[in-house]
C-alpha cells in the first residue's frame, strides 16, 4: 500500500491549495481516507476524513473553508482547502484506512493502515 500525496507550497493569506493523494498497490475504493496535519511541536491532529461511499467529516478548525473529495476511478483524494490562515501551516498527511463500512470515516491515527509521505503547506501573513 502506497501514498503520494502532492500539492502543497507556499500561499498567502486568504489563497487557496489543492493537495492530492493518490495510491497505488491497493483496492482503494475499499478504503475510508483522512487528512491530517502537523504544526512543529504540536501533535497530529485530524483535519478531514471521506468514507467509501463519501460521506465526509472535518475538524471545527477548517469546517466551511476545506472540502474532501474522492474520485476512485483516479485513486486518488482531494483537499481542497480554501481561506487559509497562517494557522493552517503544517506538514499535511493523507491516510487510508480498509473499512467494511460504506459511511464511516475514521479521525484516530491508530485506525489507519497506511499514511502518506506529507506535503508542506506554509500560510504567509
Known amino acids: 500500500v502506497q501514498l503520494q500525496a502532492s500539492g502543497g507550497g507556499l500561499v498567502q493569506a486568504g489563497g487557496s491549495l489543492r493537495l492530492s493523494c493518490t495510491a497505488s498497490?491497493?483496492?482503494?475504493?475499499?478504503?475510508?481516507v483522512g487528512w491530517f496535519r502537523q504544526a512543529p511541536g504540536k501533535e497530529r491532529e485530524f483535519i478531514a476524513g471521506?468514507?467509501?461511499?463519501?460521506?465526509?467529516g472535518y475538524a471545527d478548525s477548517v469546517k466551511g473553508r476545506f472540502t474532501i473529495s474522492r474520485d476512485n476511478a483516479q485513486r486518488t483524494a482531494y483537499l481542497q482547502m480554501n481561506s487559509l490562515r497562517a494557522d493552517d501551516t503544517a506538514v499535511y498527511f493523507c491516510?487510508?484506512?480498509?473499512?467494511?463500512?460504506?459511511?464511516?470515516?475514521?479521525?484516530?491515527?491508530?485506525?489507519?493502515?497506511?499514511w502518506g509521505q506529507g506535503t508542506q503547506v506554509t500560510v504567509s501573513s
Open positions: 491516510a487510508a484506512a480498509f473499512s467494511f463500512s460504506d459511511i464511516r470515516y475514521y479521525i484516530n491515527p491508530s485506525q489507519y493502515n497506511a
Open positions: 498497490k491497493l483496492p482503494f475504493s475499499t478504503y475510508a
Open positions: 471521506i468514507s467509501r461511499s463519501g460521506n465526509t
